[in-house]
Structures are given as C-alpha cells and as structure tokens.
C-alpha cells in the first residue's frame, strides 16, 4: 500500500514541508505533516478529516490549519490547528449540525469537547407537533 506524499511550503522563512495522505482511506483520512528537523522528518500534525485549510493568519510563522471532518450526514466537525514552536496544536472546534426535515435551514453551530468530539444539541420540539 502506498501513500499519496507531496511537499508544500507552509513556513514564513520558506523551508517545505512533507504532507501524506493515509493509505487507508474513507470518508475521512489521516494526513501527516512533517518538518525537516537536523535531517530527520518530525511529525508535527496528523488530523483526520475530508479537508485541511491553510488559514490567512499564522502563529510564529506558520499559517493557522483548519481540518473538516465529516461526523454524518447532517454534521461537520472543524478544528483550528496553531502552530506552537514544534508542532501544530488545537487551538478551537466547532460542529455544525443540519436540520434533517429541512437542509436548506442554517445549520446549529456547537462546541466540541476536549477531545473534539460535537457536543450533541438535544433536538427541541418543534411548536404544534
């Protein structure tokens, strides 16, 4: 099995990095980010998630990365990644959960837990029903 592997230039002083995409892969996969450190490869960031994002903003001179993972059909779970001086850690999520009876209806926007989990919003009874 083999990995999709590329190198991308994230750094302010303009070094690249190594990113590789998980060989086993569904709906949601496991991408690497690798710093070259002394002639070594140190892993630095490994989301899971459909998508990464390179953010307008950095921290000590990386860019903020956002990964998107899909939790279900109706729900989407975002994590803010900033670089901390060795490697990329949470700095914020968030999930937004879409109304099954009516998806054109803007989703609710929900807190993660530690872990990053969604926080589940119970659903509310909806008037005359």
Request: charged share 20%; with cysteine.
């Amino acid at each position: 099995m083999s990995s999709p592997v590329g190198e991308v230039a994230l750094a302010a002083d303009g070094t690249r990095q190594i990113i590789a995409l998980s060989p086993a892969c569904g709906t949601n996969c496991e991408v690497w980010l690798f710093v070259r450190d002394a002639g070594h490869l140190r892993p630095v960031l490994r989301p899971v998630g459909t998508s990464l994002g390179i953010g307008k903003t950095s921290t000590r001179g990386f860019p903020d990365i956002v990964a998107s993972e899909h939790m279900t059909g109706y729900e989407q779970l975002y994590t803010l990644y900033r670089w901390h001086g060795r490697k990329y850690v949470q700095a914020d999520c968030h999930g937004e959960q879409y109304d099954r009876d009516d998806p054109d209806k803007p989703p609710k926007i929900v807190g993660c837990n530690p872990a990053g989990a969604v926080l589940r919003v119970p659903p509310q009874p909806r008037p005359g029903r």
